[in-house]
């Protein structure tokens, strides 16, 4: 019963350096979201995807693009990376029914 | 102001000790109301949910909703080290979109 899977886990970019966050769920929900977060600042929305084939902007969207691939995955890019896009990110995702669950976060550095 | 405000502490107490963590918000459109507890370097998993107005009990821990002063609270009875994390307070809309809003969190430390 894996849930929210997001990889990796890791990452240290150098600034200008381009990379894609992974995020996978096995609970057959239609919504799935991109959070960051910072010391003082708890979870920020950075997108959304409330259905398959639809994607909108957060709280905090500059600097990102996302790309919802199919049900299960809901991909996060940081185009040129800059240090202030140094966070901790988080997926999640929910049903109808039930409330967000989340990945275990990608703790990303960018020097 | 943010829509929801939550109180970062830390919050130290003694083993045993009840806790009492809360939340404010503004949006009186909110209905659903949610506890995260986040260990270190771990996502946040959900803890607790109620509906409306209301208490609700899971074991040592208690969910309190008040929508007349828009005030949330989660009781810790019998606190044990066990449950040092931070704790992210969360609500929603019932219509529409069903995107959480969080808090900044608390932060609790419980001390043998």
């Known amino acids: 019963n894996a849930g929210v899977t997001q990889t990796p886990k890791f990452q240290v970019l150098k600034t200008g350096q381009s990379m894609t966050l992974q995020c996978a769920q096995d609970m057959n929900h239609n919504s799935m979201y991109w959070y960051r977060q910072d010391p003082g600042m708890g979870l920020r929305l950075i997108y959304y995807s409330a259905s398959e084939g639809t994607t909108d902007k957060g709280e905090v969207p500059n600097g990102y693009n996302v790309s919802r691939l199919n049900k299960r995955e809901f991909s996060l890019r940081l185009e040129s990376a800059a240090p202030s896009q140094t966070s901790v990110y988080f997926c999640a995702s929910s049903g109808q029914n039930t409330e967000a669950f989340f990945g275990q976060g990608t703790r990303l550095t960018v020097v | ?112």
């Not at chain 2, 000790?17 to 918000?25: D, E, F, M, W």
């Not at chain 2, 899971?58 to 040092?84: E, N, W």
């Open chain 2, 1 to 112: 102001q943010k829509e929801v405000e939550q109180d970062p502490g830390p919050l130290s107490v003694p083993e045993g000790a009840i806790v009492s963590l809360n939340c404010t918000y503004s949006n009186s459109a909110f209905q659903y109301f949610m506890w995260y507890r986040q260990y270190s370097r771990k996502g946040p998993e959900l803890l607790m949910y109620t509906y409306s107005s209301g208490n609700k009990e899971d074991g040592r821990f208690t969910a309190q909703v008040d929508k007349s002063s828009k005030y949330i609270s989660l009781f810790i009875r019998d606190s044990q080290p066990s449950d040092s994390a931070t704790y992210l307070c969360a609500m929603r809309k019932a219509r529409g979109s069903y995107i959480p809003t969080f808090g900044r969190g608390t932060s609790l430390i419980v001390h043998p």
